[in-house]
């Protein structure tokens, strides 16, 4: 809960509607962030709130980094 409080307070718009782009595995005290986000600062900031929760003992950062699909120029 601690975690995805965190990520919720940083990365809110990851965690819209009844679903969210960032999922959180916790088990003794490891904890995974899987999903995809769409740059490498959000993975990172991800990754830093997640270790700042107490009882963490260690974060996998499995998020993938999704860039925005580019619109093609027409011409």
Request: glycine fraction near 10%; charged fraction near 25%; hydrophobic fraction near 45%.
């Amino acid at each position: 809960a601690g975690v995805r409080a965190n990520l919720q307070r940083m990365l809110g718009r990851y965690f819209w509607g009844s679903g969210s782009d960032i999922k959180i595995v916790v088990k003794n005290g490891d904890v995974i962030l899987l999903g995809n986000v769409a740059s490498k600062a959000d993975s990172d900031i991800a990754n830093i709130q997640a270790n700042q929760v107490r009882g963490a003992f260690h974060v996998f950062n499995l998020l993938q980094v999704v860039e925005p699909a580019k619109k093609e120029k027409k011409g």
